[in-house]
């Protein structure tokens, strides 16, 4: 029953992240929904089978969330363009 869960999740996770990048049409944002929802059926995978196998897929797609998220958050564009020439902004970009 709860492998059946995992691979519910597994899917439902790829639908969803294709909904939001549908909905959104952020592909940050699809990918975001997709990376947590895979973390979430690692998790149920970890719980499902405590074995050294099952905990090393969960630390894995942590990881690989993770570095992929620091990743993307690194490369984001800034959000405001540059002050025209002869002008000082000093201001912080909104978040």
Same mark, same amino acid.
């Given at each position: ?30 990918? =975001?929904? /997709?990376?947590?929802? !895979?973390? $979430? #059926?690692?998790?149920? +995978? *970890? ?6 196998? %099952? ?10 969330? =993770?570095? /992929?998220?620091?990743? !993307?958050? $690194? #490369?984001?564009?800034? +959000? *405001? ?6 002008? %000082? ?7």
């Amino acid at each position: 029953m709860t492998r059946a869960l995992v691979t519910a999740t597994t899917a439902l996770a790829t639908l969803a992240g294709l909904a939001v990048l549908v909905g959104t049409g952020s592909w940050r944002c699809a990918l =975001r929904v /997709l990376l947590d929802l !895979l973390t $979430a #059926a690692g998790l149920l +995978r *970890l719980a499902v089978g405590q074995g050294w196998a %099952e905990l090393a897929a969960a630390a894995a797609i942590i990881l690989l969330r =993770r570095l /992929l998220w620091a990743a !993307l958050a $690194a #490369a984001r564009p800034e +959000r *405001l363009s540059a002050a025209p020439s002869g002008h %000082e902004d000093h201001h912080l970009p909104l978040r």
